[in-house]
C-alpha cells in the first residue's frame, strides 16, 4: 500500500499552483518554492512581480505489504483427545494407541480413509445436537488424515442456505 504525501495531493488537488512574491519559498507551505529567482522582480508600476511556483512533494511513505504468517500448526506425539482448534495439526501414532476426537454438535461424525485407523466409536455431531465424541484406534503404519465438516439442517432444505461450512482435518503418521 502506498501514501500519497501532502504535497503530491496538492499537486493532484491543484492547489500547488500558486505564486509567491520574491521571499524564495512561501512560508505557509513547506511544499512550495520558488524557483525563478530568491530576489524580487523588476517592479511593474512600482511593485514586485512574482516568481513561478513549483510544488516539491512531500516524501511519500511506503508501508510494507506484508502478510502476516501463519503460526505453525502442532505436531503431537500419542494417545490424546483432539478439539477444534487442532484442525491442521499432525498426530503421531504408534499401532494400538487411540486418539479422540470431541467437536462441537454442528460437526458431522468424523472418517478417516484407508486401514490405517479405525473408528471405534461415534456419538453426537450433527443432527442430534450433541457434542461429537469419537474414538479411533491406529492399526497399521501408514499416513491418513481424519475429517469432518460442519453440517447445518438448511443445508437440507429448498432453497438451500447459503450458510458457510468449515472443515476440520488432523494429519496422522501411524508408526
Known sequence: MRRIGLGTLCLLCGCAATTLSGSGVNSSSPFTRDTATTSP????????????????????ATVPTTQPKPSPTPTYTGSRTLVESDSGATIKLKVGEIVKVSLPAEYDPPNAQGNELTRVSSTGGYPSGQRLEAVFRAD???????????????????????IAQRLWIVHVVVA
Not at 144 to 153: H, K, R
Open 41 to 60: 522582480q523588476p517592479s511593474v508600476e512600482g511593485r514586485a512581480t512574482a516568481g513561478t511556483a513549483v510544488a516539491v512533494p512531500a516524501s511519500s
Open 140 to 162: 497399521k503404519s501408514g499416513r491418513t488424515d481424519i475429517t469432518s465438516s460442519t453440517d447445518y439442517a438448511c443445508l437440507h432444505t429448498t432453497p438451500m442456505c447459503e
